[in-house]
């Protein structure tokens, strides 16, 4: 049985006060479920997550870390720290790293490394373009940002992997795959990794789906069988709707 994961992406977002004000919310309105429920605030609120989280069975995420173990990279964040806080969660690849930050899967490999061998459980995020996908690339998109980022792992190191498939056209645009194209890529990703490994390995990786999951669309994208949970940006601001997307799953 895969585990089922909502997590929320806070991106560049609340302040001090409004990451305990949210978590707070949150906390008094979370629904009793068998997901794993995730929250990634900014790095210089993760502390105050935790705290205000104690006793929660809600879990803190880092959106990012460096693959080296400590020394001169100015603004950067180890794994360590992280583990050191008690965050021994990191989400890495995301579309935004990627566009903004110049991060290329040979990067990211780096980074995915360190983090299974510091055991920390990887949310790598991927997903194709706008482009790749009306030109029918997406398939081959995806396939090679696996391999580059991952496939050089151990079959022991999947066990720390989470997957985040986030088409990039789908991210913050209102627009979502349709549940069909949701699992449609998610049954391929399923089947590349039974390639690269074997079918254990891939039945025990959970995928999520990340772009514009909303309340109204999240049940639906839920239900497909390759599909075990989600990445949530713009949703997971709002308590209310953050847990009605917990109540999907
Ligand atoms: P939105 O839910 O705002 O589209 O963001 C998705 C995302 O990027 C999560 O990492």
Redesign the pocket.
């Known amino acids: 049985m895969r585990t089922k994961i909502v997590a929320g ?1 806070w991106k560049m977002n609340k302040n001090l006060e409004e990451t305990e004000a949210l978590l707070s919310e949150l906390s008094a309105m979370l629904p009793d479920s068998t997901a794993e429920v995730i929250v990634a605030p900014t790095f210089v609120n993760l502390q105050a997550a935790l705290a205000a989280l104690q006793g929660s069975t809600i879990k803190v995420s880092a959106q990012n870390m460096h693959f080296a173990e400590s020394g001169a990279y100015t603004g950067e964040i180890s794994a360590d720290m992280l583990l050191n806080l008690g965050v021994d969660i990191v989400i890495l690849g ?1 579309s935004e790293r990627r566009a903004y930050f110049g991060e290329d899967d040979a990067f990211l490999a780096k980074k995915v490394k360190t983090a299974v061998e510091k055991g920390m459980k990887t949310i790598f ?1 991927f997903g194709e373009e706008l482009e790749d996908r009306k030109s029918d690339n997406h398939f081959a998109v995806v396939e090679s940002q696996l391999k580059n980022a991952l496939f050089d792992l151990d079959a022991s190191a999947w066990q720390h992997i989470v997957l985040a498939y ?1 088409p990039v056209w ?3 645009t209102g627009e979502t795959a349709s549940p069909e194209q949701a699992q449609e890529m998610h049954a391929f990703i399923r089947k590349t990794i039974s390639d690269a490994y074997t079918s254990s390995v891939a039945d025990g990786v959970s995928i999520l789906y ?4 909303k309340p109204g669309n999240a049940a639906e994208i839920f239900s497909k069988p390759d599909v075990d949970g989600g ?5 997971s601001l709002v308590a209310a709707d953050f847990v009605e997307i917990i109540k999907a799953i």
Do not use: D, P, R
């Open positions: 992406n995301h995020c986030e789908a991210i913050g990340g772009g514009s999951v990445l949530i940006g713009g949703a």
